[in-house]
């Protein structure tokens, strides 16, 4: 079945403690993304990436690192969590980066207290 | 910057009712405009994909129309179903290849 997956699911952590979601895409796509979504405020796009070691900002990168070393995976990393980071996180893929669908992660809900 | 809105934020319609969102864009420089659901603590499933030299798109009961001129987007739901209850988001790619979001609209069809 195609799919975006991200792990985990759900996490509570600690201010200060290095985390890392996982998302992988088992469609082959170029073009990787990443958003957190918070009420009042929508969807945001954290990081893109338009192939295999190319990686952009988006609108809120700041607090976020991520890196493209195989196609198929496109992990978001938190090295410094903090409390404002709180949010519903979602990857995203598709074949290419215009003109292409956009396929969603079921999302992961980040908790830091 | 590329804005996107869409109103209303929420709308609430009987059973069978015919309706159309609403979402307009204030850069008319794109390469797409996409239409998606949500679904209570789901993720985004895409509904309809417009690119820049279309005027509209159908899916089933869905049809979307795009006026990039006027910076406008419609997408209208034929025949509304419970099943249709959910947040309606509509997103634009410009030439940074972000892709940026309204707030959507949420919808309840009431049976």
């Known amino acids: 079945e195609a799919q975006v997956t991200q792990n985990p699911r759900y996490l509570i952590t600690v201010t200060g403690k290095k985390l890392t979601v996982t998302c992988s895409q088992n469609?082959?796509?170029?073009?990787m993304s990443w958003y957190r979504q918070d009420p009042g405020l929508g969807l945001r796009q954290i990081y893109y990436?338009?192939?295999?070691?190319?990686?952009d900002k988006g609108d809120v990168p700041e607090g976020y690192k991520v890196s493209r070393k195989e196609k198929r995976n496109f992990p978001l990393i938190l090295e410094s969590p903090s409390p404002n980071q709180t949010s519903l996180y979602f990857c995203?893929?598709?074949?290419?980066?215009?003109?292409?669908?956009?396929?969603f992660g079921p999302g992961t809900r980040l908790t830091v207290l | 910057k590329q804005e996107v809105t869409q109103i209303p934020a929420a709308l609430s319609v009987p059973e069978g009712e015919n309706l159309v969102l609403n979402c307009s864009f204030t850069?008319?420089?794109?390469?797409?405009l996409q239409w998606f659901r949500q679904d209570p603590g789901k993720g985004l499933t895409s509904l309809l994909l417009?690119?820049?030299?279309?005027r509209e798109q159908t899916s089933g009961r869905l049809n979307a129309s795009l006026d990039k001129s006027s910076g406008r987007s419609t997408l209208y739901i034929a025949a509304s179903q419970p099943g249709d209850s959910a947040t309606y988001l509509c997103?634009?790619?410009?030439?940074?290849?972000?892709?940026?979001f309204g707030k959507g609209t949420k919808l309840t069809v009431n049976p």
């Open positions: 995203a893929s598709s074949f290419l980066a215009s003109a292409h669908t956009q396929y």
């Open positions: 469609m082959n796509h170029e073009y």
């Open positions: 990436s338009m192939n295999v070691e190319v990686t």
């Open positions: 850069d008319s420089a794109i390469y797409n």
């Open positions: 417009i690119q820049s030299s279309q």
């Open positions: 997103a634009v790619q410009g030439g940074s290849e972000k892709l940026v």
